[in-house]
T-cell receptor, first 110, second 117 residues
Framework: QKEVEQNSGPLSVPEGAIASLNCTYS??????FFWYRQYSGKSPELIMF????GDKEDGRFTAQLNKASQYVSLLIRDSQPSDSATYLC??????????FGGGTRLMVKP | GAGVSQTPSNKVTEKGKYVELRCDPI?????LYWYRQSLGQGPEFLIY????????DSGLPNDRFFAVRPEGSVSTLKIQRTERGDSAVYLC???????????????FGDGTRLSIL
């Protein structure tokens, strides 16, 4: 079992819809969770981070963390074609290195 | 990008050659990370520096890989006797904040795309 798992997709949503991206992790010692967006040929770009159970909102993005169920999700409201990218979920534990999932490819269709 | 400069942006070399990849973070960051991303996968941790010393090198795949950071700023990742399987994008990252580096978000440089022929 991989430490961080994501559905590879592609997840296809129409423009203006809510995109829901999910991630599960196996290590209960995981402390911090991150969502990165990666456009083709570019490096990962941090879009959200969350440390505590519950929701964290930033503009059109909401990160949700449920430590009991060991999952993290990212909601993108009013999805735009420019949101089309691969979304990477990552976590840290007591160490400082990020452990990434394989990413979910999101396609937002006009 | 994001306060981390990586050079070269692309490197093509033949199997068996030696390569050096450079990472130059903005000043004041004592922590520095190296990751490797193969096509279609998420980045994988290689090594983490705290100042001049490697705090964790558990991600280096074998002894052909080595990294240094002699003055606590610029870091060089060195790969000896390169193999085709080393082809990947090598990413360098810094913590979001200069202090209190534990569990912080990290910001990535633009990466070096390494191709071994």
């Amino acid at each position: 079992q991989k430490e961080v798992e994501q559905n590879s997709g592609p997840l296809s949503v129409p423009e203006g819809a809510i995109a829901s991206l999910n991630c599960t992790y196996s290590d209960r010692g995981s402390q911090s969770f991150f969502w990165y967006r990666q456009y083709s040929g570019k490096s990962p770009e941090l879009i959200m981070f969350i440390y505590s159970n519950g929701d964290k909102e930033d503009g059109r993005f909401t990160a949700q963390l449920n430590k009991a169920s060991q999952y993290v999700s990212l909601l993108i409201r009013d999805s735009q074609p420019s949101d089309s990218a691969t979304y990477l979920c990552a976590r840290t534990n007591a160490g400082n290195m990020l452990t990434f999932g394989g990413g979910t490819r999101l396609m937002v269709k006009p | 990008g994001a306060g981390v400069s990586q050079t070269p942006s692309n490197k093509v070399t033949e199997k068996g050659k030696y390569v050096e990849l450079r990472c130059d973070p903005i000043s004041g960051h004592t922590a520095l990370y190296w990751y490797r991303q193969s096509l279609g996968q998420g980045p994988e941790f290689l090594i983490y520096f705290q100042g001049t010393g490697a705090a964790d090198d558990s991600g280096l795949p074998n002894d052909r890989f080595f990294a240094v950071r002699p003055e606590g700023s610029v870091s060089t990742l060195k790969i000896q006797r390169t193999e085709r399987g080393d082809s990947a994008v090598y990413l360098c990252a810094r913590p979001r904040l200069k202090a209190g580096y534990f569990n912080q978000p990290q910001h990535f440089g633009d990466g070096t795309r390494l191709s071994i022929l």
